[in-house]
């Protein structure tokens, strides 16, 4: 069965230090992997996608597919990078997506 | 802003009553999903429509109903069998199922409330 989990529901880091927001999944096939944020009274949204190998706002995430892993990374966090953040996945012919339970990030000043 | 609008923000709902929840795109995407948010557990699918006049179960559908009779429109009804309404709920929607990397864009959210 699809599943995804991250292991942290609260991750609270100072101002200028290294983030890792961790994500593991379990899925038979070859799965697509996203990681969505919320900011504060503003909607869920796309953050990144594996496929894309991107970074954005300094974060990136590299799919490990030997650990089943797609950890969310950020080398110095901002106060405004504190959020919600769903790790996500789909199938890879887009069959549902299913979201882990969510890291609340929070960036001390 | 356009893209996903879900109305209205928040809802009371009676013992015994139905409720529907609005969610309308103008992104012209075929595909449409409703979620339920629980504190601790994330997004669970509740129904979702690759297209219009079909539908499909989610993982928590019972005690829940939707039509997709246009391609802009997936309104959801909570109907009095589900034993535990309250909760945030999020329509998105995508590009067609098919097309397995693109994202899904969410609305604002309802949230329920039973008096």
């Known amino acids: 069965a699809q599943r995804v989990t991250q292991p942290e529901k609260l991750l609270s880091v100072f101002k200028g230090a290294p983030v890792e927001l961790k994500c593991n999944y379990s899925y038979s096939g070859s799965p697509e992997l996203f990681w969505y944020v919320q900011y504060s009274r503003q909607r869920l949204q796309l953050l990144l996608r594996h496929i894309s190998r991107e970074s954005i706002k300094g974060f990136t995430a590299d799919l490990n597919k030997g650990e089943t892993s797609f950890h969310l990374k950020k080398p110095f966090a901002q106060e405004e990078d504190s959020a919600m953040y769903y790790c996500a996945l789909t199938g890879n012919y887009g069959q549902n997506f299913v979201f882990g339970p969510g890291t609340r990030l929070s960036v001390l000043p | 802003d356009g893209g996903i609008t879900q109305s209205p923000k928040y809802l009371f709902r009676k013992e015994g009553q139905n409720v529907t929840l609005s969610c309308e795109q103008n992104?012209?995407?075929?595909?449409m999903y409703w979620y339920r948010q629980d504190p601790g557990q994330g997004l669970r699918l509740i129904y979702y429509?690759?297209?219009?006049?079909?539908?499909q179960k989610g993982d928590i559908a019972e005690g829940y109903s939707v039509s997709r009779e246009k391609k802009e429109s997936f309104p959801l009804t909570v109907t009095s069998a589900q034993k535990n309404p309250t909760a945030f709920y999020l329509c998105a929607s995508s590009i067609a199922l098919g097309q397995s990397n693109q994202p899904q864009h969410f609305g604002d959210g309802t949230r329920l409330s039973i008096l």
């Open positions: 992104l012209n995407h075929d595909a």
């Open positions: 429509s690759q297209i219009v006049n079909d539908f």
